[in-house]
């Protein structure tokens, strides 16, 4: 690569002296010179040869001198290395140029080898800004990419380290939920396009900010589906109570985005939340064209058909206990043991709550009502018809009741 050097003094014999001293650099590629006679040359010819990489310029020259030059090349955005010229003992001029940005200086009358060695000197000087700047145009690429995926400071912190989401996956420990919203695809074929893409746009904005406030990384955004993981790429101890958090913080939002829909005319459904946790392979599979960070294994499976579990078993939140099991102090009413696709044995499932919503009188209504469930006790009927008398809207409660009425015993349940 060629080296552009802008050359500002108006000795007139200058020109060919350097020509001349350098004649094997420019014969072989490695230096061009382009020449000013003063300040006001030299700015002309940065703008007709864009190309400069660094200016040698004398002090005192006609019209512009070189300190008045050196300063309007400081104002600019990329502020040109700069090699000033001055007459030997001028000191005061040499201390002021050094001061103003001038990255070095050689004394008139010019030693040339001085001169080469000053030059290559600056030239690798801009190679190292230059491939910091590469470096840092790269990063501030990666980050907007990354942004979409990952919360600001997990974006930032993997911007720079290009290693962290390479092609391929490594099998880690990690928590993950699905979001969706119940009966959207009917209810989009009845919605104007002018009225779905502000929909989509606001719930999708804020399920994803929240996931971010929680360091999740969001994995898919598919239509109004959203796959999130905690513990990847970045190692979070505590990613099973980070994704119980974020479900719960997930749920209110959707709860009133939903209300406020409605009070529109726009009858938007529930959104169903399922949240597992075990090992997953985890990596960016998208090939060389296409960054697609997601993961694979039993654990997204699950998680996957607990979000769909919701809509037989009337939550709107559905965790797995394994999951519940990573989380210190996990509060939740056991919803029962599914018997999952493709699994011989139950899972235990949870309906995570908030610890204000646990130490409730509907809460240990339930809880006693399913303890008898479990235990086989004859009078869990009795128990959650009492218990749907006083907490109507539990839905979750009236499941049971209504499969213990159709001869169901146990916690078992067989999904849909």
Same mark, same amino acid.
């Given at each position: 690569? #060629? ?40 700015? *002309?010819?940065? #703008? *007709? ?19 008045? /030059? ?6 600019? &955005?990329?502020? /040109? ?20 940005? +001038? ?35 790269? *990063?501030?690429? %990666? ?31 990690? +928590?993950?939920?699905? #979001? ?27 399920? #994803? ?62 959104? =169903? ?64 043991? /599914? ?8 899972? =235990? ?17 339930? /809880? ?39 001869? +169901?015993?146990?916690?078992?349940? %067989?999904? &849909?």
């Amino acid at each position: 690569m #060629t080296t552009r050097i802008l050359v500002v003094d108006d000795e007139p014999d200058l020109e060919t002296l350097i020509q001349q001293k350098f004649r094997h650099q420019i014969r072989n590629g490695a230096i061009s010179f382009v020449f000013a006679r003063d300040g006001v040359d030299a700015l *002309a010819a940065l #703008t *007709a040869n864009p190309d400069v990489d660094m200016v040698v310029t004398d002090i005192n020259m006609p019209r512009m001198d070189g300190l008045t /030059l050196l300063k309007k090349l400081q104002e600019n &955005e990329e502020k /040109l290395s700069t090699v000033i010229v001055s007459a030997y003992g001028d000191m005061a001029n040499i201390r002021t140029a050094m001061n103003g940005g +001038a990255f070095d200086f050689i004394t008139k009358p010019i030693d040339f080898p001085d001169l080469e060695a000053t030059i290559a000197k600056t030239i690798r000087h801009v190679e190292v800004l230059r491939e910091a700047q590469r470096r840092q145009a790269a *990063a501030e690429r %990666a980050h907007a990419s990354l942004s979409r995926y990952f919360s600001p400071n997990l974006a930032e912190r993997l911007a720079g380290d290009s290693d962290a989401v390479d092609l391929g996956g490594q099998r880690r420990e990690i +928590a993950t939920l699905f #979001t969706d919203i119940a009966s959207f695809t009917a209810l989009v074929e009845t919605l104007e396009p002018s009225v779905l893409g502000p929909l989509l746009s606001e719930y999708v904005g804020g399920m #994803t900010d929240i996931v971010f406030a929680h360091d999740g990384t969001v994995a898919k955004v598919i239509g109004d589906a959203l796959h999130v993981l905690f513990g990847a790429p970045g190692e979070q101890p505590d990613h099973a109570a980070r994704a119980v958090t974020c479900a719960l913080a997930l749920d209110d939002f959707a709860e009133t985005f939903r209300a406020g829909w409605h009070k529109k005319g726009v009858a938007l459904g529930v959104t =169903r939340i399922g949240v597992h946790a075990g090992p997953a392979i985890v990596g960016n599979f998208g090939g060389g064209r296409f960054f697609d960070y997601t993961a694979y294994g039993d654990t997204i499976n699950v998680a996957a058909r607990l979000e769909a579990g919701n809509k037989q078993l009337g939550t709107r939140i559905c965790v797995s206990a394994p999951l519940a099991a990573k989380v210190t102090e996990f509060r939740g009413r056991p919803v029962g043991d /599914l018997m999952l696709r493709g699994r011989i044995e139950g899972m =235990r499932a949870f309906e995570p709550l908030r610890p204000e919503q646990y130490d409730t009188a509907a809460t240990k209504s339930y /809880l006693e009502a399913f303890a008898k469930l479990e235990s086989g006790d004859p009078g869990a009927i009795a128990a959650f018809a009492a218990h749907i008398g006083k907490v109507a809207d539990d839905q979750l409660g009236s499941f049971h009741l209504k499969r213990l009425l159709n001869g +169901a015993t146990g916690t078992r349940i %067989a999904m &849909e």
